[in-house]
């Protein structure tokens, strides 16, 4: 099995985050799920885990940041096109997100963000593959 990421992420309800990402078309692994968390999944090796916030408090010894007055993390998820990042972007603000900063168009690189309902900030963003250099 190669690597795959596990993002966890403390959530107030867990059925209004489960609702909130279901309509922006993610799917929840029921293995990993019961009243104290959902397996999300984003892609075949990207899961968020989230996790009521007395669970997630079990799993750290410093508090819970407060996603609403700082930012802990950024979760930075590509997409196939400039319009799919777009439609991200919609569903998100049609299910209650926040769009956090202004679109951010470099040409070869597009980008837009999103506070969910809990706070966690967001981005979706299309990279031109004939931009990306090759690693040697």
Not at 26 to 41: E, G, I, R, S
Not at 47 to 71: C, H, Q
Not at 96 to 123: I, V
Request: include cysteine; aromatic fraction near 12%.
């Amino acid at each position: 099995m190669g690597t795959k990421i596990f993002v966890n992420l403390p959530v107030e309800s867990l059925d209004r985050a489960v609702g909130f990402f279901t309509k922006l078309g993610y799917t929840f692994n029921p293995q990993f799920t019961d009243a104290n968390a959902t397996c999300m999944v984003i892609s075949e090796d990207i899961y968020a885990m989230l996790l009521v916030k007395p669970f997630f408090k079990g799993f750290i010894k410093k508090e819970i940041a407060d996603t609403k007055t700082s930012t802990a993390a950024i979760i930075a998820l590509t997409a196939e096109s400039r319009a799919a990042v777009d439609a991200l972007l919609e569903k998100a603000l049609a299910a209650g997100a926040k769009e956090t900063k202004e679109k951010m168009d470099q040409g070869f690189m597009y980008q837009r963000s999103f506070e969910d309902l809990d706070g966690h900030q967001w981005e979706s963003f299309w990279m031109d593959p004939a931009a990306v250099q090759p690693q040697p």
